[in-house]
């Protein structure tokens, strides 16, 4: 069954370029990101690990820890990681598994369960789809999926933004419009009542239609 939003995130052992970890363990009781490379010293990942580096004090702000995967050996992750620094100037400190069996890869459904062998001999091509977003709660439950091709690089801006939504949605009973940034308002999730809108949002609201109230983003 594939995995859906709401799933519990696979826990598994692996090897990183931080050494063994269990990644339950390792994600503790924050948030985590989990993305993953079809191959070692490609192009557009080059970019994305390179921009991720500059971007994760941002991330380690939110209470979010970050792992790469690429299906590489970890051996191969140290050499790419100097090409990253070189090309982008970005320092990769965030732990990345080398996943040269391809069990990640395949339990969090990346690749079919029934590949054969491990990585080596397989090009980008054949790993196409190992190019996943995960992000993943406090309570080791999938809160999002991001799936890109191999020739789009990500967004990590977006992930960010994702990020401040799900976290401001899971402590407030509120949605995020279009194109939400942090700091702009929000709206009121039609299961509360107006009475208890009162209770939560004693500084009022705007009715836009009776199942559209927006009101300035909750603190805290």
Same mark, same amino acid.
């Given at each position: ?47 994305? &690990? ?6 994760? @004090?941002?991330?380690?702000? #939110? !209470? ?6 690429? *299906? /590489? ?67 080791? &439950? ?6 890109? @091709?191999?020739?789009?690089? #990500? !967004? ?6 994702? *990020? /401040? ?56």
């Amino acid at each position: 069954m594939a995995l859906r939003i709401g799933d519990k995130a696979p826990d598994f052992e692996a090897e990183t370029t931080h050494g063994r970890i269990r990644f339950h363990d390792w994600l503790g009781d924050g948030y985590g990101i989990l993305f993953s490379h079809p191959k070692d010293f490609t192009p557009v990942c080059t970019t994305e &690990l390179g921009y991720l580096a500059k971007l994760e @004090p941002e991330f380690k702000r #939110r !209470n979010v820890r970050v792992m790469g995967l690429s *299906v /590489d050996p970890v051996d191969a992750h140290e050499r790419w990681r100097a090409d990253i620094r070189e090309v982008t100037g970005g320092d990769v400190q965030f732990p990345m598994i080398g996943d040269h069996d391809l069990h990640v890869a395949k339990l969090y459904e990346m690749l079919p369960a029934e590949t054969a062998g491990t990585s080596e001999g397989r090009t980008a091509a054949t790993n196409a789809t190992v190019r996943t977003v995960y992000i993943i709660g406090p309570d080791k &439950l999938i809160k999002a999926m991001l799936i890109y @091709p191999m020739s789009s690089g #990500r !967004n990590f801006d977006e992930v960010l933004r994702l *990020v /401040d939504s799900i976290q401001l949605t899971a402590s407030h009973k509120v949605a995020t419009p279009v194109n939400w940034k942090h700091g702009e308002d929000v709206i009121i999730v039609p299961s509360v009542s107006d009475d208890e809108a009162k209770t939560r949002f004693p500084s009022g609201w705007t009715t836009v239609k009776p199942y559209l109230r927006v009101v300035p983003q909750p603190r805290g």
